[in-house]
Nanobody, 114 residues
């Protein structure tokens, strides 16, 4: 049973923007949902998370550039990414925070390159 489904990735030039979307199973509508990413050759890392009450947290490298939001009624969480940099290139995933290993989805690829 799929709990988290990511979409919205793509290829952009440095300075560009993308909005990622995460469809969240309703069983997690009251949970903290996180956006994670994994770059080639690196470990997966937490980028941002959002509480059901809308409080948010961001990793230092994305503060001021990324915005996480959610609509609990629609079971959706978004990650608006602005001023993208080549180092943002990664596969992006959503999952509960703390994550549940069994619920990693396919992720969505984000490539930032000129």
């Amino acid at each position: 049973q799929v709990q988290f489904v990511e979409s919205g990735g793509g290829s952009v030039q440095p300075g560009g923007s993308l909005t990622l979307s995460c469809a969240v199973s309703s069983m997690f509508s009251g949970n903290i949902v996180g956006w994670y990413r994994q770059a080639p050759g690196k470990q997966r890392e937490l980028v941002a998370h959002i509480y059901s009450g809308q409080n948010t947290w961001y990793e230092d490298s994305v503060k001021g550039r990324f915005t996480v939001s959610r609509n609990n009624a629609k079971d959706r969480v978004w990650l608006q990414m602005n001023s993208l940099k080549p180092e943002d290139t990664a596969v992006y995933y959503c999952n509960r925070f703390p994550f549940i290993e069994a619920y990693w989805g396919q992720g969505t690829q984000v490539t930032v390159s000129s």
